[in-house]
């Protein structure tokens, strides 16, 4: 009897000792992960800063009126830089009659003669036979003449002309363009009814001594 006793005890030590093996070499052994710091981005850097006002005065379409305009503006204070452009300009009014065919050309160009309408001719070799009444430097001119071709039953036609003319403008770097449209240009003598008031093409940084400020 004894003798069953320490054979159960024994085979119970060593299914325990077998158990205890299995259990410590089942589980997977934990390796610790490196934790990398955080790393901190750079600043953004600072959005650069806008750039200097300028404004522009201009066209001028004759050297005679650059010139005046340069020297009152000179005198009263506003320093200033000429720059020198191509543009299309305003170059009257152009009344026509057009055509279907050179006969009808030539119907539409005696009816007109025979009005007492002096200044028309044919256009020669035009693709729309055009018969031309005359050019005007004023638009209400060009209408009235219009009208009166129109009375003779004919389709008058107004179209203002332009041309490419070298014209003058003045930089003023370093004002804005409220401040060179708010009376202070009127007051050196600078009248800017034909004119207009622009922001430079590319502004100047530096404005030139004596510019009265912004």
């Known amino acids: ?3 069953i006793v320490v054979l159960v005890l024994l085979a119970a030590n060593l299914l325990y000792f077998g158990w205890a093996n299995w259990i410590d070499h089942g589980d997977p052994a934990l390796t610790a992960v490196k934790v ?4 901190r981005k750079p600043p953004a850097p600072p959005a650069p800063p806008p750039p200097p006002p300028c404004s522009s005065l201009g066209p001028f379409a004759t050297e005679l009126d650059a010139l005046t305009a340069q020297r009152k503006l000179t005198d009263a204070g506003w320093g200033v830089l000429r720059r020198e452009n191509k543009e299309q300009q ?3 009014y152009w009344v026509y009659v057009a055509n279907e065919s050179a006969a009808a050309q030539s119907r539409t160009l005696r009816k007109i003669l025979a009005a007492n309408i002096r200044d028309a001719f044919a256009m020669p070799d035009d693709a729309k036979f055009r ?3 005359g050019i005007f430097s004023e638009e209400d001119r060009a209408e009235d003449r219009a009208a009166k ?3 003779l039953k004919l389709d008058a036609v107004v179209e203002a002309r332009t041309s490419e003319r070298s014209t003058v403008w003045f930089d003023v ?7 060179l449209a708010d009376g202070r240009l009127a007051a ?3 009248s800017v009814e034909h004119l207009r008031i622009e922001d430079c093409p590319a502004a100047d940084a530096t404005p030139p001594a004596g510019t009265p400020g912004a």
Do not use: F, K, L, Y
Request: aromatic letters at 0%; zero cysteines; hydrophobic letters at 40%.
């Open 131 to 133: 018969v031309s009444v």
């Open 1 to 3: 009897m004894i003798r």
């Open 90 to 92: 305003p170059d009257g």
């Open 36 to 39: 990398e710091p955080a790393t």
């Open 149 to 151: 071709v129109q009375r």
């Open 188 to 190: 050196a003598g600078v």
């Open 173 to 179: 770097p370093g004002v804005a363009r409220e401040t």
